[in-house]
């Protein structure tokens, strides 16, 4: 059995290095399944920034403001995270300028890894940026941003899926 043992202090993290992480996503709309993984990353990290990412070509349900005003409301009482949007760069380099240790991923099934695997590779050979992926609650792998606005512009109740408020918004936007 190998030795276990270390020096007092050895293996210890510094107490003056904060361990950031970057939770990226379209948040459009932030869904509870979203939220589960900032909490959870929140017990993981000492800082979590919640990176809007922004694709120009794709417009969105809500703009990037919208988005930016319902993440904050939602995590309003979740201590060490924060909200930034992040257009025109690679994540990597808003990761490097911020100084996160890794991205934080959450995985629904075996698609969204395969999906997310090839991302976190290049992540890695660009920049040597690590990604955590964290199962997500088996009570919400059915829930994406995709789904949740594809019900709600049909009329469909989507309560439970998304923040209250959040929904109340979709139906606004129904009309």
Same mark, same amino acid.
């Given at each position: 059995?190998?030795?276990?043992?270390?020096?007092?202090?050895?293996?210890?993290?510094?107490?003056?290095?904060?361990?950031?992480?970057?939770?990226?996503?379209?948040?459009?709309? =932030?869904?509870? &399944?979203?939220?589960?993984?900032?909490?959870? /990353?929140? +017990? !993981?990290?000492?800082?979590?920034?919640?990176?809007? *990412?922004?694709?120009?070509?794709?417009?969105?349900?809500?703009?990037?403001?919208?988005?930016?005003?319902?993440?904050?409301?939602?995590?309003?009482?979740?201590?060490?995270?924060?909200?930034?949007?992040?257009?025109?760069?690679?994540?990597?380099?808003?990761?490097?300028?911020?100084?996160?240790?890794? =991205?934080?991923? &959450?995985?629904?099934?075996?698609?969204?890894? /395969?999906? +997310? !695997?090839?991302?976190?590779?290049?992540?890695?050979? *660009?920049?040597?940026?690590?990604?955590?992926?964290?199962?997500?609650?088996?009570?919400?792998?059915?829930?994406?941003?995709?789904?949740?606005?594809?019900?709600?512009?049909?009329?469909?109740?989507?309560?439970?899926?998304v923040p209250d408020l959040v929904r109340d918004r979709l139906v606004q936007r129904?009309?």
């Amino acid at each position: 059995m190998p030795d276990m043992t270390m020096a007092a202090g050895e293996g210890e993290p510094d107490p003056g290095v904060i361990r950031r992480c970057v939770c990226p996503g379209s948040y459009d709309p =932030v869904t509870n &399944g979203h939220l589960d993984v900032v909490h959870r /990353a929140a +017990e !993981l990290f000492d800082e979590v920034i919640v990176a809007i *990412l922004t694709n120009p070509a794709k417009p969105g349900t809500f703009t990037p403001a919208e988005r930016i005003e319902l993440l904050e409301a939602c995590l309003d009482a979740t201590p060490r995270v924060r909200i930034a949007e992040v257009s025109g760069a690679l994540l990597v380099d808003f990761c490097r300028a911020v100084g996160a240790a890794a =991205v934080v991923k &959450g995985l629904r099934s075996g698609t969204d890894f /395969a999906y +997310e !695997l090839p991302m976190a590779l290049m992540n890695r050979h *660009l920049t040597g940026l690590e990604t955590v992926f964290l199962p997500g609650d088996p009570r919400l792998e059915h829930v994406s941003s995709s789904l949740v606005k594809e019900v709600a512009a049909l009329g469909g109740d989507v309560t439970g899926l998304v923040p209250d408020l959040v929904r109340d918004r979709l139906v606004q936007r129904r009309g």
